[in-house]
């Protein structure tokens, strides 16, 4: 199913401990910036896939393993959340 | 408080169907208490996980239907090939517990301080997020312009209807309808296009803030539309609905 | 703190009611779920190919109309999804993978499939031959859907259903085992249902 970084708002703040969906993501491989909400997430597959909605890169990866979250950010540039 | 950031750890509380109420023949609307709700600004959604007898778990996503302050409630559409939405929209009765999490969502919210005017555009279920902007607008007695245009398939699967039939001051509805449309319809009919927006949308020049919120086909179109009358990509924020 | 039970809810799926048919932790599914970690690779047939290659070169690569030329086979097999749905007797016409390899000389013990859209997965030889997995063109009785891996898939039902590559242009032969996309985050990397070998470890 393919939706957007809304949908995983609850996940990534479960991986990160903060609210991450307004966090801006930049791609690693055509350097696009943009709100984590605005990226393409593929869910109820083996795992969460969210790629980059200007190029389709994969940004971030994330399964659930016995348990436990593991998670690989390495198609990001760069991921900032916001702090206030 | 409303407004407020959402920091640390979610964790997952118990909810208590306070009252469930049919919108249309597939939605219901279902208000949750939830002791200890921090509150939540327009727009952001919550978890909800339900656990089955044998410790099946099943979790999804629902925007928050009410303006912050108002009690909790979530609406939910009937999606036929669903695991959960059966289960809310047909055997779940005031007195049961789910569990939820949330708020969720700081990028797809509104807040009076956030301005306007407002361009709001829904595909079905898609009105929910947009409905409790609407609703803090008025709680608020915020005076920024809006304008919503709702894209349903049939008058009968308007949901919120008696409600968008009479839009509070400053605030313009405007239907449209995709698969049929009642005799002497007077909103408009087929999908959301160009020159629907021509007659909708507010021009650049006042700085409009677009939210679209549905099912993904639909908020790409209607985001490359707006996009194409020039509205910056910043100011149009979007929310993809997915199912079951 | 223990979740509350919501009343009256029940998984959708059903195990299977005759014991032993579907592998341990899996439901039975009536419909056919459409999973992919992203968007769908819409080739055409008259750019693709089916290539496989060792160290970085094709040894033998067949066009649409080769490939159709091929001797394929009709198949009913069961399938069973990582995510835990199985579905039983579905019908795919492919060319079994093992007339494709014979066209190549190699002594290679692995495979890397590769798919339209960078998607990956890793399979034995031995698993690919005798029968056990194809090249997928059909599916009940129709042209395979893009969105369940059309033009062409691999079949594999053995293995949890990952390892039956959607949109697959080839197959990397490998001296070395080396794991594809979901088996580099957390999966088994051989993925018998049968044995339960969902994650790495399993």
Redesign the interface.
């Known amino acids: 199913m393919e939706l957007d970084g809304n949908a995983i708002g609850g996940l990534l703040q479960d991986v990160f401990g903060t609210e991450m969906t307004d966090a801006r993501a930049t791609c690693g491989t055509c350097g696009a910036t943009g709100p984590v909400a605005e990226t393409v997430v593929y869910l109820r597959g083996p795992g969460t896939v969210v790629r980059c909605k200007n190029c389709t890169s994969l940004l971030m990866v994330i399964t659930q393993v016995h348990g436990l979250n593991c998670v690989d950010l390495e198609g990001l540039a760069a991921l900032d959340a916001n702090s206030d | 408080m409303a407004g407020t950031?959402?920091?640390?750890?979610?964790t997952?509380q118990?909810a208590t169907v306070a009252s469930v109420a049919a919108e249309t023949d597939s939605v219901k609307t279902i208000w949750l208490d939830v002791p200890g709700w921090p509150g939540h600004r327009a727009g952001q959604?919550l978890?909800v996980?339900?656990?089955?007898?044998?410790g099946?778990?099943?979790?999804r996503?629902y925007s928050v239907a009410a303006a912050d302050g108002e009690p909790v409630a979530i609406t939910v559409e009937r999606l036929d090939?669903?695991?959960v939405s059966p289960?809310l929209t047909e055997?779940?009765?005031p007195g049961?517990?789910?569990?939820v999490?949330?708020p969720?969502?700081?990028?797809?919210t509104w807040g009076t301080a956030d301005g306007g005017p407002l361009l709001l555009i829904a595909g079905g279920s898609g009105i929910v997020p947009l409905r409790a902007i609407l609703r803090h607008r008025l709680r608020c007695g915020s005076d920024v312009p809006v304008r919503l245009l709702y894209s349903s398939r049939t008058l009968a699967d308007v949901i919120y209807r008696s409600e968008l039939d009479q839009p509070p001051d400053g605030a313009q509805v405007s239907y449209t309808l995709t698969r049929s449309q009642p005799p002497g319809w007077t909103g408009f009919s087929g999908r959301v296009d160009e020159a629907m927006l021509a007659k909708v949308a507010w021009p650049t020049s006042e700085h409009p803030l677009a939210f679209v919120c549905g099912p993904?086909r639909f908020v790409e179109t209607v985001a490359d539309l707006l996009v194409a009358r020039d509205y910056p990509?910043s100011r149009v924020?979007?929310?993809?609905?997915?199912?079951a | 703190m223990t979740s509350p039970v919501s009343r009256g809810f029940h998984r959708r799926n059903r195990p299977a009611g005759d014991g032993g048919k579907i592998p341990p932790g899996q439901y039975l599914t009536h419909d056919f779920p459409v999973l992919s970690a992203g968007p769908t690779p819409r080739t055409r047939l008259p750019d693709w190919t089916f290539s496989i290659r060792r160290g970085g070169e094709t040894l033998r690569s067949w066009t649409w109309p080769e490939f159709q030329a091929l001797p394929a086979e009709t198949v009913t097999v069961d399938i069973h999804c990582v995510t835990r749905w199985s579905k039983l007797g579905t019908r795919w016409r492919g060319v079994p993978i093992g007339t494709l390899l014979d066209q190549v000389e190699h002594d290679a013990q692995y495979v890397l499939a590769f798919s339209d859209g960078g998607y990956t997965t890793n399979l034995p030889v031995r698993d690919l031959t005798g029968g056990q997995a194809w090249l997928a063109f059909d599916y009940d009785g129709q042209p395979l859907a893009p969105e369940h891996g059309g033009p062409a898939r691999l079949l594999v039902p053995h293995l949890y259903f990952w390892k039956s590559a959607k949109w697959v242009r080839g197959l990397d032969l490998l001296d070395h085992d080396q794991p594809g996309f979901w088996e580099s985050y957390g999966y088994h990397n051989y993925g018998d249902p049968w044995r339960e070998q969902r994650y790495a470890g399993d």
Do not use: C, M, P
């Not at chain 2, 049961?96 to 569990?99: A, F, I």
């Not at chain 2, 969720?104 to 797809?108: A, D, Q």
């Not at chain 2, 924020?237 to 199912?243: A, D, I, Q, S, V």
């Open positions: 950031a959402v920091r640390g750890r979610l997952w118990v959604h978890d996980r339900l656990t089955a007898e044998d099946y778990r099943a979790e996503s090939d669903g695991e289960y055997e779940l009765r049961d517990q789910l569990e999490r949330g969720i969502g700081n990028w797809f993904t990509a924020k979007t929310e993809r609905f997915g199912g």
